[in-house]
Every structure is written in structure tokens, then in C-alpha cells.
């Protein structure tokens, strides 16, 4: 029978009350105690005379008379401050019901009364064995030895509402138990449990008097055998049987518990189910306690949610039990009062964990809201527990429950043997499942999977999990480890999902070696990641899928769609080309169409693009004229070079330019140098190929701007005397003489250099040349001729005035026009004064008439002789002026190349008479 | 809740078949590797839908345990179906079949509708009872039959319903009184007639000759 047993505790401790002094609390032993009830933090106890006994927890005791003869019933209310008595009040065996009020305590400290309810007439004769109130004081229930039972309807409390009472129930054999189910909650509402010696009975109490009795079983259970149960297993009446505790909801019966014994008394504490039984001849202990007397009983307090029997132990014979402040008491016959009082949770699952019943001890603690932290010890205690004893799967599951609170290294480190994978990877993916995993977590658990070869369940690991993006672990770890183990697809899928382009690239490329798909999907990202991606990947799709990889870059470069910026403009987004020339290495083709494109589209970019790609053509021309099958091509690209030389703005000829001789690439040459026009050059190019037409043709393009083009010219036919045709030197040579470019002595040193030269090339040249120079001679001998006279002539009339004397015939004064008086003042230059006009114009001795003209020309003489710069204007005035000898005879004239004439000496003979 | 009909199911078989194990994974979903003895007879309860109607399963596990028999025989009365539960592994289980069959028969209404389950058919190693032999005994004795697993829930969910469809279509053939309660059906609130609701008349007939069959 033990095996059919729950598993014994002692949770409980049965000590019986003191009082203050340590004696035990005898205050109750005078009275007969006939009912009781508790509530509200008190307990009521009726005797037989009629008296109430409350007594506090601090176990003071005041009694008041609540009927005259007998208190039979008691009924506390735990939500009102109300009780409810039954009792004789005169010898005729009439009861009444007497609702006290204890809110309303009147002067004397006892409860009013606030009600005085008369029994039936027809059933009050009748001994009432049951007696119950509904919580909310508008049912109560009478239960009668004959079987019958009277509900009162209405507020018990009001004298106004004269409450309704109906039999409700006629039944064969005694009342034994009635109980309210209080609830309304799920169907049914309030119902009143009616338990006899033969039958259990539901009354379903309907809200509109749709009121219905249901018989539930076919077997009853003794006086105070029943008992009304809590939410905890949901309103449910108990009966105890000698076989069995039942259970009923208030439509069927319910569990059955077969707990054997002749039951006496039935409690439900707290969630416990107390019950009083009588001693069991089966059971050893209870027999050897005889000497106690015959009338031990055994107390029993089941758990029923947690199937355990919390306590068990002998009790001398029962009269009540009560509850209240969270123990049970026990009144005995002999009116001592035990108190059973609920251990510590701590004390309770310490003795559960010394049996190792930890699941108990869990669901225990789970029960009583345990603090979360040690909950968790204790899973993983029980866990521990599981480990050590080998049950690997169940260690595990219950270290599941630790997560988040227990480190899980401690866990992981358990599990690591290879045995254990299966376990350490349902850990990591709780671990996962709950955020809380790390890096090298999400490692790990990828490893297992993959160790596991566990395809399944990595499928489900990434792809369920991290599509509805609620990721739970760190996406760059996981696509590593992936990628490691070879995972590929995963990897690919979790980095695509998770824009980790630069991991989806680096899988494709290197690892699958997809380069379509890798610039398909480069293709689809956006700009800043395909600019960046392209940088390092595109080398590589260049190799392999080139002409893709162009046209992205094409479109990359030139326009990837539009972003508007911080001031809400639209800009069109592209990239630098020249990130990406490395790319193109040993693919100059596609650079060539590449740079095409860009350019094409772009105009801001750096010059050296455009060198870039003339580089390129040049590079490919330079090609095709190595071979010569390709005349036609090269024709071709000839043309589009001068026409990307022609149509492009100005830029960096110099680089151009180099790169056209670097590449002897001569339409581009001349064209670059006619651009910059480096003329000299240009003839230097065709002289530097012999090209005798190319010369005198360039000359006469340019020799109008460029008049020395034709010096050179000559000094290349010169050189080259004899092998071109002879019209050509004559054509230079007209020009030269034309714009008097060379001296004639010149000429002929030039054409003396060469011996193969003939004199009669330049015979007219300088026949025509000596006879201007003659010209000129005799033109310029007539000029000095003029000249030496005047000279003469000045010097002679210097002369005169030095040593002759002059008459001064003038008669007025040229000052004021009248005639002259003495005293007068005369002048070498003929005019004279009076002397107060004089002296009223003069400035000093000067005369007033000439000084404007003296003065100018000593302004004249002065200014040239102070010109400190004159070097720096003479040099420039030489480069300016065609005749520079003209030049320098003038400067030489002002005095530059030696001192001059002291202009003093020019002005004192000017002196005064 | 409402429904439109309440089945009472009970379970048995021998003990440590698998009975509790098999209610608790499908009124709760999961599974208790360690489970008591049940002393007496447990509940549960759970809602399905069949044929679109919503329906109650009240059910009774039963302690297979001998000493308890005279309980739990007390809760054949009354019910609409039975799932009599053996245990593959071990082959007595399946022996006492016969008798838990008669028991059955004995003290329920006829037309209750058993389903015999070979529970733990996850333990394919350990197996003792064929499953050819399973079905052939079910069809034998008129029942339906099913391998199941309370632990890893294979055909758990099946076993209940498919026995609740048996029951509804008996009551749509008419094979069912329904207005007899001790058939183990009940109408819902909202289909349940005046004569049903109003105190029981019918349930009360049969009380009184099964009593005999609730304690002694």
C-alpha cells in the first residue's frame, strides 16, 4: 500500500499554543465548544450556552452572548466584517440566525446584531446538521437531517429586504455538507454543493432564476467530510471517503485521489487539502500510540497540486480545524488548541534537494512566486544533479532553464565532449533562441551544426531564424564559421539577407567562384557599396567576367541613379574612374570602351583621363602600325585620335603631347604643337624628317606668325643644299628678303657652310641686296651731308654770339610793349625789358619770354640724364622695335652708353649780359 | 467556453502504460519523463473542433494499478470514449488487454467507443508487441487502433480527435441517445434542450442502476 502512497514531508510543524507565559493557552477550557469559524484574522468559537469566543493572534480572548441557549453553527465572512451564528434561543428547539456585525461594535465592545433571521416554520423543527453563507452575504444555505436543504436569497445583513427562502433540495438521507462555489467565472456561475450521506448534488444559482440541480454522484460522504476547495484547482468540492478524496466541478465529478482511511474532518488550507482521519490499523506508528489512549486520529495535510503529502502525523481526537494566519490549528476534544504552522520555503526545498527531488522542489518554488535567481540555482542544482547521474538529456533541458541568469560557459564547459554535441547544441540554440548569445557562441553552435552535419536544422538556424530579422546572433561570426566549414550556401544566404556585401562577394568570388552571380548582385546594391566593392573585388570579376564587369563600372562611374544630398538637391551619384584603373590592368580594351563611356557622359573629370585614353589609343594605333594588315584600322583609329584630340577642351598638352611622340604618333604631334603654336617645332618636326615640302609648306602656313620659321627653313636648305628642289630656297629666301629677316652676310655665311652650295642660288638675292644697301648708302651720305651743315651753321652762330657783340634794336619792352627806358635789361636772345617788367616777370635771370622754351628742352635734357632704368627700357624698346641699331643710336644719343654734356654747360652761355 | 457537445473520455490500461503521460501531452503539450503513480483517477479537459463544431473533452486518467480498480470502475459509467493504452515494450501490458476490455464493457453504456493505443512506439528497440498484432486484436474486438508516442506526440493528437469523430459521427447515425447523460455526451449551452438542462430527469435514470458499480 506505501507504494500507492505520495511521497511524506514535513512541511509542517505541530506545536501546541502558548500563550505569553510559555504555559499552553487554556483560555477555551471552560467553554463547551460546540462551533467555530475563523476569519478576518480571528477565530470564532459558540458554545453550548450560547456564548461566542473570539480570539486575536495574539491569542486575547472576549466572549459575548450570541443566543441563549446554544450556539450550533458558526460562519465568518473573509470579505465582510460580518458573522453569521446559528442558535437556540429559547428551549422550543427554534433556531434563529443571528448576523453580527463587527464593524458596529456597541458600547460594551460587542458586535451588534444585525439581523435575527427566523428559521422556516416548516423545516425549523428539524435538527440543521449544514450550515453555509455565500462571500457575498446574498446566499445562504441550510441543510436539514431530513434531507432538505432551504436557500436564502437576498442581502442577510438588510432587515429591509425580506430575503426569499426556498427548499431547493429534498433528498432521502441527512445533509452532510454544503458549500458555495463562489466564483462566477467559467460557465455554471454560483453553484451550492450539496453533499448527503448517499448523494453529492450541484445546485446551479443562475442569475435569472434559471436555477437547475444536477446530481453529480451516487455515493456521499460523512458530516464535516466535504469541503469547499480554491482557484487553485478551480472551485472544486471535495468529499472524503473511506476509499478515495473526490473531486466535482460543479457539472461532473473530477479527479479521484484514493487515499484510504475513514476520514473525519475536511479542510482546504491554503491550497492544502487538511484532513482528519481516523487512525489506520495498517499503519504501524498509529497502533504503537495506543497508550495515548484510543481515540488518536491521524492529521494529514495533502498538497494535491503537487501531489505530496505535506505533513502526517497523530492528532488527539479532532473537534475543529481552523485556518487562519497561514497555519492550520486543531482543537482538540479536550480543548487544547494545536497550531500547524507551514515551514519556511527555504527549509522545504532544502529537504527536497536532500532527497534530490528537485523537480518537486522546482515546481514548489514555482508555486510560492520563488525569487528568479534562485529558481535558477536551483535548475541548475537539479541539473547538476541530472549530469552527475548521467541523464544527459535531462541535465541539459533543465540547463536550458538557467539561461540567461547562469553563465553559460559553465554549462558549455560540461558538455564539450564530442558524446555530448547533441546536448550542447539544443544549449546554444536556447542560447540563441533567448539574445543571449555571443560571438563565440553563435561559433560554436555553427560548429555543432556543421560537426553534426546537421543540414536541417542549420537550414532552419539561418534561414528561419534570421528572416523574420530578428537576428539573435552576430551575423559576421556565423557567416565566418559558415564559410569556414564550407557552408557556402548559408553563408551566402545570411550574408545577402543581412547586407554583408562584402562577405556574400568574398564567398562568391573566392570560395564558389561565381563571378556572374557575384557582379549580379554587386549589380543590385547600392552605390557606396558597389563603389567600395568594386575597389577590392574588381580585379578579380575583371579576370574572369570582363565584359560585365566593364559595364557596371561604366555605369558606376558615369551615373548610378540619384541621391539627393544634405540640402535636399538631387545629385547624380558616381564614382571616381580613376579608383578603378587598377582594375583594367592587362585589359586595355575594355579600359579604352570604359574611359570611352565615362567621358563621354562626364565632364568633370581630371585631364589626365582623357591623357589616359589617348594613351590607350596611341597604344593601340602603335599596334596596328606594327602590323600592317591592319592599314584600314589603323586609318580608322587615326581618325578618331585627332578627333578626341580635336573635340575635347582644353587640357594638358603637354602630356598629350608627350604621349603622341612617345608614340611617334606624328597627326597628333602637329596638331598638339599647332594648338600651342610651337611653330619652330612643327618646321623642326618636318626638318627633323627630311621633309623638304613639309618645311616649306609649314612655313607658309605659319611664317605670317612666325616670321623666323623661315630662317629656319633657310638654314635647313641651306644644310641640305642640293637634294630638294632648288625653287623652294629661292621661295625662302624672297620671303627673307622680303621681311629683311637675314643679313645678306649672313645668307652667305649661312650657305657658305654647305660646299655643295652655289653662289648663283642666292646671285640675284644679293645682287638686289647691294643695290638697296647702295641706295640706302648715298640716301643716308645726303642725310649726313644736311646735318654737318646745319651743324656748321649753329656752331658758327654760337661763335657770333661768344665773341661778337650784339645790338639790341628792339624799342619796347617785351614785356609790357612799351617803349624802353632805361634803366632796361637785354638778352642774348633779343629781347629786352624794362627793368621793373623784368624784374616783375622774372623768376631769376632768365628771360621771362624764352624760360618756357629753356625750360622745356633742360626738362628734356634733364629727364634723360636722371632715367637711372634707361637699361631696362632700351632693352625692351630693342626687342620691340624691328630696327634695333635705330634703337640703340637713340639711346646712345641720349647719353645711355657714356656720361653726357653737362647740361649746365649747355645753359651757361645763356647767361645773363 | 461554449460548446456544442462535451465528450467524457476515460483512459486505462495497466499501470505504467503510459496514461497520464499520454493526457498530459495532450491537454498540456508536453511530456514528463518521471511520472507518479496516479493514486485514484485525474482530470483534464481540452477543446477541439470536429466537422467545424467546437467540442469539450473531459477526460479521466485513470490509475492502472489493481488496488484501485474498484475506484476507477466508477468512472466507466458515463463515459462516450475509451482509449484502453498498452505498452509496446512490454508484452504483459498487452495481455491484460482482454481483461481491461471486459472490464469496460462491463460497466459502461454499450455503445462507448474504444480506441486501443500501443503507447511508446518511440521505443522501436525495445518493442515487443507487433503492431500487426495490435491491429489485429482492435479489429477483432470492434475498435480502432493507433501507435502512439506521449513523448516525442506522435499520433497523440490523432488518438483523441479520431475517437471524438467516431463519437460525433455516431451521433449523427443516431446510435447515441443524447439526451441521456449517461452516455458520457452532453449538449452544449447553447444547443441543450429544456428537458436537458432542467434538472436532469435522464441522468438521474441510470444513477441508480449503476450505482452499483461505484463502490463496494
Request: aromatic residues 10%; glycine residues 6%.
Amino acid at each position: 500500500m506505501s507504494l500507492n502512497q505520495w511521497r511524506k514531508f514535513a512541511f509542517f510543524d505541530k506545536k501546541i499554543v502558548k500563550n505569553e507565559s510559555g504555559e499552553p493557552f487554556d483560555a477555551l477550557k471552560p467553554y463547551k465548544i460546540w462551533a467555530s469559524s475563523s476569519g478576518r484574522g480571528k477565530l470564532f468559537f459558540g458554545d453550548a450556552d450560547g456564548v461566542i469566543i473570539v480570539m486575536d493572534q495574539r491569542l486575547e480572548v472576549f466572549t459575548f452572548r450570541a443566543h441563549l441557549l446554544r450556539v450550533s453553527h458558526l460562519c465568518m465572512m473573509k470579505q465582510q466584517n460580518f458573522l453569521v451564528s446559528v442558535g437556540d434561543d429559547d428551549g422550543d428547539a427554534e433556531l434563529l440566525i443571528k448576523v453580527w456585525n463587527f464593524d458596529k461594535m456597541d458600547a460594551s465592545g460587542t458586535p451588534t446584531c444585525a439581523r435575527i433571521i427566523r428559521l422556516p416554520a416548516e423545516t425549523s423543527r428539524e435538527p440543521v446538521t449544514c450550515f453555509t453563507v455565500h462571500e457575498n452575504l446574498n446566499y445562504m444555505a441550510i441543510g436539514y437531517s431530513n434531507g432538505s436543504v432551504v436557500l436564502f436569497k437576498g442581502d442577510i445583513t438588510k432587515e429591509r429586504n425580506a430575503s426569499k427562502h426556498i427548499q431547493i433540495h429534498k433528498g432521502k438521507s441527512p445533509i452532510t455538507g454544503l458549500s458555495f462555489r463562489p466564483t462566477t467565472t467559467g460557465k455554471g456561475g454560483i453553484a451550492l454543493y450539496i453533499s448527503s450521506l448517499d448523494e453529492i448534488w450541484s445546485y446551479a444559482i443562475g442569475s435569472r432564476d434559471k436555477e437547475s440541480e444536477s446530481i453529480l454522484d451516487h455515493h456521499g460522504c460523512a458530516l464535516q467530510c466535504s469541503t469547499m476547495t480554491d482557484s487553485t484547482v478551480d472551485f472544486q468540492f471535495v468529499i472524503g471517503r473511506s476509499d478515495a478524496f473526490y473531486f466535482y466541478l460543479p457539472d461532473s465529478r473530477g479527479q479521484c485521489l484514493a487515499f484510504g482511511g475513514e476520514k473525519v474532518l475536511l479542510e482546504w488550507c491554503h491550497g492544502y487539502l487538511v484532513v482528519v482521519s481516523k487512525k489506520d490499523d495498517s499503519d504501524g506508528r498509529a497502533s504503537s500510540s495506543d497508550s495515548l489512549g484510543g481515540d488518536m486520529q491521524i492529521i494529514t495535510i495533502y498538497d494535491v497540486k503537487n501531489k505530496l503529502i505535506a505533513y502526517y502525523g497523530p492528532v488527539q481526537e479532532v473537534k475543529a480545524l481552523l485556518c487562519e494566519w497561514g497555519s492550520v490549528f486543531v482543537l482538540c476534544n479536550d480543548n487544547k488548541l494545536f497550531q500547524i504552522k507551514e515551514k519556511e520555503l527555504v527549509q522545504k526545498l532544502d529537504m527536497l534537494f536532500r532527497k534530490n527531488l528537485y523537480s518537486l522542489a522546482i515546481s514548489l518554488a514555482k508555486a510560492q512566486h520563488y525569487d528568479q535567481d534562485a529558481l535558477v540555482d536551483m535548475f541548475r542544482q537539479y541539473a547538476d544533479h541530472l549530469y552527475s547521474k548521467g541523464d544527459f538529456d535531462e541535465a541539459m533541458s533543465q540547463y536550458i532553464k538557467t539561461i540567461g541568469r547562469l553563465e553559460p560557459s559553465y554549462v558549455i564547459r560540461q558538455f564539450l565532449d564530442a558524446q555530448r554535441i547533441h546536448n550542447l547544441t539544443a544549449y546554444l540554440s536556447a542560447l540563441h533562441e533567448c539574445n543571449l548569445a555571443s560571438e563565440d557562441h553563435t561559433t560554436l553552435l555553427l560548429n555543432c551544426y556543421t560537426k553534426l552535419k546537421d543540414v536541417e536544422q542549420l537550414d532552419r538556424f539561418i534561414m528561419k531564424r534570421s528572416a523574420n530579422k530578428a537576428v539573435s546572433f552576430d551575423i559576421e561570426t556565423a557567416i565566418r564559421v559558415l564559410r569556414q566549414s564550407g557552408y557556402f550556401k548559408h553563408a551566402l544566404y545570411l550574408s545577402e539577407l543581412h547586407q554583408k556585401h562584402d562577405w556574400y562577394l568574398r564567398i562568391q568570388l573566392e570560395d564558389n567562384k561565381d563571378y556572374r552571380k557575384a557582379l549580379d548582385y554587386m549589380a543590385k546594391l547600392e552605390f557606396a557599396a558597389v563603389e567600395a566593392n568594386m575597389r577590392t573585388y574588381g580585379k578579380m570579376l575583371m579576370s574572369n567576367v570582363s565584359l560585365e564587369t566593364t559595364e557596371l563600372l561604366k555605369r558606376l562611374c558615369s551615373n548610378y541613379g540619384t541621391d539627393t544630398n544634405s540640402d535636399g538637391e538631387e545629385i547624380v551619384l558616381h564614382a571616381n574612374p580613376e579608383d578603378y584603373f587598377h582594375i583594367f590592368i592587362t585589359h586595355s580594351e575594355e579600359m579604352r570602351s570604359f574611359l570611352e563611356c565615362v567621358l563621354a557622359v562626364r565632364s568633370d573629370l581630371a585631364p589626365e583621363l582623357h591623357n589616359t585614353l589617348l594613351g590607350l589609343y596611341l597604344e593601340s594605333y602603335k599596334k596596328c602600325t606594327a602590323d600592317v594588315a591592319a592599314a584600314k584600322e589603323r586609318a580608322g583609329l587615326e581618325e578618331k585620335i585627332m578627333d578626341f584630340l580635336r573635340g575635347t577642351e582644353p587640357r594638358n598638352y603637354t602630356q598629350a603631347l608627350l604621349q603622341c611622340q612617345m608614340n611617334n604618333f606624328a597627326p597628333g604631334i602637329l596638331f598638339l604643337y599647332e594648338q600651342k603654336a610651337m611653330y619652330g617645332e612643327i618646321l623642326q618636326f618636318a626638318v627633323d624628317r627630311k621633309s623638304y615640302d613639309g618645311v616649306i609648306s609649314t612655313c607658309r602656313r605659319f611664317g605670317e606668325k612666325d616670321p623666323q620659321l623661315w630662317v629656319q627653313a633657310f638654314w635647313f636648305y641651306a644644310s641640305n643644299f642640293g637634294e630638294y628642289d632648288k625653287a623652294l630656297i629661292g621661295e625662302v629666301l624672297k620671303v627673307i628678303e622680303k621681311l629683311n629677316l637675314l643679313q645678306p652676310m649672313m645668307v652667305v655665311d649661312i650657305l657658305a657652310k654647305n660646299p655643295n652650295a652655289t653662289l648663283d642660288t642666292i646671285r640675284d638675292y644679293i645682287i638686289r641686296r647691294m643695290h638697296t644697301d647702295e641706295r640706302k648708302i648715298l640716301e643716308d651720305e645726303a642725310q649726313v651731308q644736311k646735318y654737318r651743315e646745319k651743324t656748321e651753321k649753329i656752331r658758327k652762330e654760337v661763335d657770333l654770339m661768344k665773341s661778337g657783340a650784339q645790338t639790341f634794336q628792339d624799342a619796347n619792352c617785351s614785356a609790357c610793349d612799351k617803349s624802353l627806358e632805361l634803366p632796361s635789361v637785354h638778352f642774348l636772345c633779343r629781347h629786352s625789358y624794362h627793368q621793373h617788367c623784368f624784374e616783375s616777370y622774372a623768376e631769376n635771370d632768365e628771360c621771362p619770354a624764352c624760360r618756357p622754351e629753356n625750360r622745356k628742352i633742360l626738362d628734356e635734357i634733364k629727364t634723360q640724364e636722371q632715367s637711372k632704368d634707361l637699361t631696362q627700357q632700351f632693352m625692351t624698346r630693342l626687342g620691340k622695335e624691328n630696327d634695333a641699331f635705330s634703337v640703340v643710336a637713340d639711346y646712345f644719343g641720349k647719353g645711355l652708353f657714356g656720361r653726357n654734356v653737362s647740361i649746365d654747360d649747355l645753359i651757361r652761355p645763356n647767361g645773363e649780359s | 467556453m461554449s460548446y456544442a457537445y462535451l465528450f467524457k473520455y476515460i483512459i486505462i490500461g495497466d499501470t505504467g502504460v503510459g496514461k497520464s503521460c499520454l493526457l498530459l501531452q495532450f491537454t498540456d503539450k508536453r511530456f514528463q519523463p518521471v511520472h507518479d503513480l496516479t493514486i485514484g483517477v485525474e482530470f483534464g479537459a481540452r477543446m477541439i473542433t470536429i466537422a467545424g463544431k467546437q467540442i469539450k473533452l473531459q477526460i479521466w486518467d485513470t490509475a492502472g494499478q489493481e488496488s484501485f480498480r474498484s475506484i476507477t470502475r466508477s468512472y466507466y459509467r458515463g463515459a462516450a470514449g475509451a482509449l484502453l493504452v498498452y505498452d509496446i515494450t512490454r508484452r504483459d501490458t498487452f495481455e491484460h488487454l482482454t481483461n481491461w476490455l471486459e472490464d469496460a464493457r462491463q460497466h459502461s453504456s454499450s455503445n462507448m467507443v474504444i480506441m486501443l493505443i500501443g503507447n511508446k512506439c518511440d521505443l522501436e528497440s525495445r518493442r515487443e508487441v507487433k503492431k500487426e498484432e495490435g491491429e489485429a486484436f482492435a479489429r477483432e474486438h470492434g475498435m480502432i487502433f493507433m501507435e502512439a508516442s506521449a513523448k516525442t506526440a506522435q499520433n497523440v493528437e490523432e488518438a483523441f480527435i479520431n475517437t471524438a469523430k467516431e463519437i460525433y459521427d455516431k451521433i449523427q447515425e443516431g446510435v447515441f441517445d443524447i439526451q441521456n447523460e449517461a452516455n458520457g455526451i452532453k449538449l452544449g449551452p447553447e444547443h441543450a434542450s429544456p428537458g436537458v438542462g432542467g434538472g436532469g430527469a435522464g441522468a438521474r435514470g441510470p444513477g441508480s442502476s449503476s450505482q452499483s458499480g461505484g463502490c463496494c
